[in-house]
């Protein structure tokens, strides 16, 4: 059974830094599309981040490019979601997922495109 699990979540000043984490069992996901979606309070979930199984593609919400940056270690089976220069309007539940299916453009903005979904991490920016 695929199993993700983030963390890395917690409370933090705007213009401060949080790293989420998404580790996953069940699954080796080498050649398996990551993504990062969230979802703010009362709100829809969102795109956030994807990365292509190869890591050569990355792809962002315009709101948080040039502050987050999405990787991947397959070694250790975990995804990772650097945030910097946060702000109050990136408080959310952070959810990472992924999919072994071969999307390509718009598919990674999708929520469609993932099949496992972790159960979220909570980050709150305080003003």
């Known amino acids: 059974q695929v199993q993700l699990v983030e963390s890395g979540g917690g409370l933090v000043q705007a213009g401060g830094s949080l790293r989420l984490s998404c580790a996953a069992s069940?699954?080796?996901?080498?050649?398996?599309?990551i993504g990062w979606f969230r979802q703010p309070p009362g709100k829809e979930r969102e795109f956030v981040a994807a990365l292509s199984w190869s890591g050569a593609s990355t792809y962002y919400a315009d709101s948080v490019k040039g502050r987050f940056t999405i990787s991947r270690d397959n070694a250790k089976n975990t995804v990772y979601l650097q945030m910097n220069n946060l702000k109050p309007e990136d408080t959310a539940v952070y959810y990472c997922?992924?999919?072994?299916?071969?999307?390509?453009?718009?598919?990674?903005?999708?929520?469609?495109?993932?099949?496992?979904w972790g159960q979220g991490t909570q980050v709150t920016v305080a003003s």
């Open positions: 997922a992924l999919t072994p299916k071969v999307i390509g453009g718009s598919d990674y903005y999708t929520e469609r495109s993932y099949y496992y």
């Open positions: 069940g699954r080796t996901f080498s050649r398996d599309a």
